[in-house]
């Protein structure tokens, strides 16, 4: 099975502008989790969606949101960017079926840079 | 908060020891924990989950889980300069907030041939 894909890899915006990721799970995964990672506070929980609902979000402002389409693929969308948003931006699948451990297999991730 | 804490680090063992990763959390009712393995510059790729008392053994490595002292620790035996990341160590939380893993900061292991 392919694994997780994300795209772009590398993206480098300015300040106030917006960017879009692209995430699709593994074959079969119908839920997708976003992550964002810096240096300073480690792996932080964005949000969660499955089957086109979003069923958890972490502690993010409204400028950070996310969709997932009916083929579970999923963007998150960044607006009005800032210095602080420079991060490794991790999306990670998960089957999400009853009766599982919930494990979650992380994609390559998408290194924003801001300038 | 729900927290996950690691044991700081960085942690340097020889070619062949065994090498410890510890990991306390918070949340009492947590339910699934999680062992990743983050090489500089990737993303994490998941080793080892556990969700019941006691220990599971996967090769080399072996998952410890103990819910009343809310404890689970990684042993890594033979451990070999390619076992040289950072350890993440996640924990699926309870409560309506169950479809989300918390990650503890992450410990450094450094292997030394």
């Known amino acids: 099975k392919a694994g997780v894909t994300q795209t772009p890899r590398y993206l480098i915006k300015t300040r106030g502008q917006q960017v879009t990721l692209s995430c699709s799970p593994i074959s079969g995964h119908r839920s997708v989790s976003w992550y964002q990672q810096t240096p300073g506070q480690g792996l932080q929980f964005l949000f969660e969606?499955?089957?086109?609902?979003?069923?958890n979000k972490g502690n993010f402002p409204g400028r950070f949101s996310g969709r997932q389409f009916s083929n579970s693929r999923s963007e998150m969308n960044v607006s009005t960017l800032e210095l602080g948003d420079s991060a490794l931006y991790l999306c990670?699948?998960?089957?999400?079926?009853?009766?599982?451990?919930?494990?979650?297999?992380f994609g390559p991730g998408t290194r924003l840079t801001v300038t | 908060q729900k927290e996950v804490e690691q044991n700081s680090g960085p942690l340097s063992v020889p070619e062949g020891a065994i090498a410890s990763l510890n990991c306390t959390y918070s949340?009492?009712?947590?339910?699934?924990f999680f062992w990743y393995r983050q090489y500089s510059g990737k993303s994490p790729e998941l080793i080892m989950f556990i969700y019941s008392n006691g220990d599971k053994e996967d090769g080399r490595f072996t998952a410890q889980l103990n819910k009343a002292s809310q404890y689970v620790s990684l042993l890594i035996r033979d451990s070999q300069p390619s076992d040289s990341a950072t350890y993440l160590c996640a924990v699926r939380n309870s409560g309506g907030s169950n479809y989300k893993l918390t990650f503890g900061k992450g410990t450094l292991l450094t292997v030394n041939p």
């Open positions: 949340d009492r009712g947590s339910q699934s």
């Open positions: 969606y499955f089957s086109e609902t979003q069923r």
């Open positions: 990670a699948s998960s089957l999400s079926a009853s009766g599982s451990s919930y494990e979650q297999y």
